[in-house]
């Protein structure tokens, strides 16, 4: 065994796992954002359904369809969570593959790219699905006293 093959091996499978690494990086600051935004929906939502035996009518039709809004947020949050946690995962994978496939000289490229590939529709759905959420947000929001 050559010492020196072997140091350039790791050398070479680490060359192949930085971008996946800095894509790993920046999934888990993306998860951090979307898990704090459902657990501000999810907040919220408990604070309405704790006021909601001392609310008058009106105000139980507002909170009802304020309710109603959180919990479509909380849905496309957590499908946001799902899709980007997948795709975290399979980035995982595409790092632990490119490793195998340097070190067992097997030929993992098409099975690397194409999990690569899910990855990144995962990743793709789970930013829809989180673009939508905070357009729901931002949509729904109201600024000032009740009118």
Same mark, same amino acid.
């Given at each position: 065994m050559d010492p020196a093959g072997d %140091? =350039?091996? #790791?050398?070479?499978? %680490?060359?192949?796992? #930085?971008?996946?690494?800095?894509?790993? *990086? &920046?999934?888990?600051?993306?998860? =951090?954002?979307?898990?704090? @935004?459902? &657990? @501000?929906? %999810? $907040? @919220?939502?408990?604070?309405?359904?704790?006021?909601?035996? =001392?609310?008058?009518?009106? $105000? @139980?039709?507002? *909170?009802g369809i304020e309710l109603e809004i959180l919990g479509r947020r909380a849905r496309l949050a957590g499908w946001a969570i799902n899709l980007c946690t997948a795709a975290a995962l399979l980035v995982c994978t595409v790092i632990a593959a490119l490793f195998i496939d340097v070190f067992t000289s097997t030929n993992l490229k098409w099975f690397v790219g194409a999990v690569f590939i899910v990855a990144m529709i995962a990743l793709i759905g789970g930013l829809i699905s989180f673009l939508r959420e905070v357009y729901l947000a931002t949509h729904t929001l109201r600024i000032g006293p009740p009118l």
């Open positions: %140091i =350039s091996l #790791i050398v070479h499978a %680490i060359q192949l796992a #930085i971008a996946p690494v800095f894509l790993l *990086t &920046g999934l888990g600051a993306l998860l =951090s954002v979307m898990t704090t @935004r459902l &657990g @501000r929906v %999810i $907040d @919220r939502a408990r604070y309405l359904e704790e006021k909601w035996g =001392s609310l008058g009518e009106n $105000d @139980r039709v507002a *909170t």
